[in-house]
């Protein structure tokens, strides 16, 4: 869809800031307005790599786990010999991808209330007792219900859920090492840690500087299972990664921050919006660095990342301890409304991340895991890179490229890119971009002024 201001975009390379790995200005590559081109001969990336390593490629190839996570898994599930374990690994898989938020209190009964006048419309007056059991029941089929799980559903969620948790994680951490190879956290807390696939994927990125994970789950058969993973597989043992402690209440106290804090499908867990809002202020105070928020790939996830999004960005209590103000590190590069949920269609701002499922007997390879995500940072929103990020799978035609792009004036953009219109390095460095990529660009505004040229002569 076309931006409401137009198709205004001067596509050139943005800088890599010192911090935020954003490199000088650079090269001009064109415009999106149809018969412009314009390029700068003052290349900075494009003189020292291919178009195919352009610093705005964040797709990872395909995830695989930790060979010894896989060994593991395998053996507590041969282990337990439970039952039609594939059948339940598809229902559950089923249901935590097809369920809605909790129910508030006041849509219940409003839900009530309209299931109500739908069966009193064919309902005689002798049969108002039915009515009230027929309403009830049409309550517990529609109204999701949290259960806390047990050491069996446990394992099913960990032969349904490990490895898609993992992929999307790292598809997480890897923008933020991409972007910032310098940064090297030491501590991280994750938020419904459950089988502890949040604290393999950060070993799998930031092993050589990460001293201690705290891992908080209010289910003790989630926690006890995450603890036999990072054993092999056994209560007993040496843990694979050290510096794991778990705990089944989070921490409140802002005095103690963590570099990177955590919540991967875990805040649509909680009962209420008041539970979600309290979580996501704790968890803002824990942040050092990098609050990383993930969830299905759904609308219910991506609405719910965008009201965690806006009540971090507009909060107004700052912490005496850390007043610095919080901004989009990715994937918005605005503050912004989302225009994917403005739209007249809303659609979820998601991202595919393929990896190898562990190979148990129902697994097909490769797999993708749809997700969204959203990256907020301490520090000031000037700092932030703004390029536009692909929101659409990348259609490439002869001789033109299709990309979808969410840009930073907060609205979207169909861009259909040739060579001949925008130029060759434009052109390719969107041929070889993928969804979920960001594309090199500023907008106008942020080129410099132009330098002014003396009258002419008479």
Not at 40 to 52: A, E, I, M, Q, V
Not at 385 to 395: A, G, K
Not at 448 to 455: E, L, M, R
């Amino acid at each position: 869809m076309a931006s409401a201001r137009g198709p205004a975009y001067l596509l050139t390379l943005g800088r890599w800031r010192r911090g935020l790995g954003i490199a000088t200005q650079s090269r001009a590559l064109a415009a999106l307005v149809p018969g412009v081109s314009q390029v700068d001969n003052k290349s900075d990336f494009l003189g020292k790599r291919s178009h195919r390593r352009h610093p705005g490629i964040l797709q990872l190839s395909h995830v695989r786990l930790p060979q010894v996570l896989v060994d593991a898994a395998q053996l507590l599930l041969l282990e337990s010999s439970m039952p039609n374990m594939e059948k339940q690994v598809q229902a559950l898989t089923n249901y935590l991808w097809s369920r809605h938020l909790p129910v508030e209190p006041e849509d219940l009964q409003r839900r009530a209330v309209h299931l109500e006048k739908k069966f009193l419309e064919n309902a005689d007056s002798c049969q108002m007792e039915k009515l009230c059991g027929e309403v009830l029941h049409a309550l517990r089929r529609t109204t999701y219900h949290w259960q806390e799980l047990s050491e069996g559903l446990s394992l099913v969620y960990m032969a349904a859920r490990l490895d898609g948790g993992f992929a999307a994680v790292s598809r997480a951490f890897h923008e933020i090492q991409a972007r910032l190879p310098e940064f090297q956290p030491q501590t991280l807390m994750d938020f419904g840690s459950g089988t502890g696939s949040v604290t393999w994927a950060a070993h799998s990125t930031w092993g050589q500087s990460l001293r201690e994970y705290m891992c908080v789950d209010s289910s003790a058969a989630m926690l006890e299972l995450a603890e036999k993973l990072l054993k092999g597989g056994s209560g007993s043992g040496m843990p694979y990664v050290p510096g794991v402690f778990f705990r089944q209440f989070l921490p409140v106290s802002p005095k103690v921050q963590f570099d990177v804090v955590v919540s991967a499908f875990s805040l649509s867990e909680l009962p209420s919006k008041a539970n979600r809002t309290d979580v996501v202020q704790t968890l803002w105070r824990k942040t050092g660095h990098f609050l990383i928020l993930v969830e299905n790939g759904t609308k219910a996830g991506h609405s719910l990342l965008m009201d965690a999004r806006d009540l971090v960005l507009n909060g107004k209590e700052k912490s005496p301890l850390d007043p610095r103000p919080g901004f989009v590190f990715a994937p918005c590069p605005h503050e912004l409304p989302c225009p994917q949920l403005t739209a007249s269609k809303p659609l979820a701002c998601s991202f595919s991340q393929a990896y190898h499922p562990i190979p148990f007997s129902w697994n097909k390879k490769p797999k993708e895991e749809k997700f969204s995500m959203v990256i907020l940072a301490r520090g000031s929103p000037e700092e932030a890179n703004r390029w536009p990020r692909i929101t659409q799978p990348v259609l490439k035609r002869p001789r033109h490229v299709h990309c979808h792009l969410c840009c930073p004036d907060g609205h979207m953009q169909h861009a259909v890119i040739t060579a001949r219109r925008h130029g060759r390095d434009l052109y390719r460095c969107a041929r070889v971009s993928s969804w979920g990529d960001r594309l090199p660009v500023i907008t106008p505004s942020e080129l410099p002024p132009s330098p002014a040229q003396d009258p002419p002569e008479s």
